[in-house]
């Protein structure tokens, strides 16, 4: 079952004189528990349109259905109600409020949402236990490693039980270590809370875990890796060296 559908998006800007299309005539299905990741070169608009799928910003034309729900139309207070409860997102930079304790920026989103505690405790507790973060609760942002405050950021991203969870380049300022650290934790919380994932990263030992990779340029995507291995399409050359590169 399609739990994401996005039709012919567009999603133009004015710089200077001109309009830059950054996101071009996008379509997409995303099945329910799928793992999709989105490479592309920096500025090929892979970040503009995770942030439309999320409901953080509005394409020019086009639509975007999560559960049947099309996000483009709604208003802006059923939106954010809709997004908190329904949809997480990650940022490559954690955006931890620094006056906060770690416990204190992961009940963030149940506090906008007003759940009341027994609603998320459980899910709590199996997060401070999958992300290891049980000594780490009471503890302000400054004073976590680059690594826990990501996981952290992970955490506060699923505390509501989102049915879709985005990921804008999650390990983008981790070293190699700490990436495949919060990769192997994000997975596995992943499955344990059941969600579907759909993450934009440069990292392609990252996106080889995924279900499906997808290929951003000049605001065009394309089918890049699935299942049974790598398209032959404009980026053949690419993908043969990109091929080696996983090997």
């Known amino acids: 079952m399609s739990i994401l559908i996005a039709e012919n998006v567009i999603k133009q800007y004015k710089q200077y004189d001109e309009v830059v299309t950054a996101v071009n005539r996008v379509s997409i299905k995303i099945e329910d528990g799928e793992f999709i990741a989105i490479i592309g070169a920096s500025g090929s608009g892979k970040s503009t349109f995770l942030n439309l799928c999320a409901g953080l910003d509005r394409p020019n034309s086009g639509s975007i259905k999560i559960r049947g729900n099309d996000i483009t139309q709604m208003k802006p207070d059923e939106l954010s109600r809709f997004r908190g ?67 952290v950021a992970i955490a506060r991203a699923m505390i509501n039980r989102p049915q879709v969870l985005f990921a804008d380049e999650p390990t983008g300022n981790l070293d190699r270590e700490n990436a495949d650290e919060v990769l192997n934790l994000l997975l596995a919380t992943k499955e344990q809370m059941g969600q579907t994932l759909l993450m934009v990263t440069h990292d392609l030992k990252i996106a080889d875990h995924a279900d499906k990779i997808y290929k951003m340029d000049n605001g065009e995507l394309m089918l890049f890796k699935d299942k049974d291995g790598y398209k032959r399409n404009s980026f053949e050359k690419e993908s043969t060296e990109t091929k080696e590169a996983f090997n």
Request: aromatic share 8%.
């Open 85 to 151: 409860n329904f949809l997480g997102f990650i940022y490559q930079r954690h955006n931890l409020l620094p006056q906060y304790t770690a416990l204190e920026n992961i009940l963030i989103p149940t506090i906008m949402c007003n759940k009341e505690e027994f609603r998320y405790e459980e899910t709590l507790k199996k997060l401070i236990k999958a992300l290891d973060l049980g000594s780490r609760l009471h503890h302000l942002p400054s004073e976590l490693s680059g690594g826990q405050q990501q996981r």
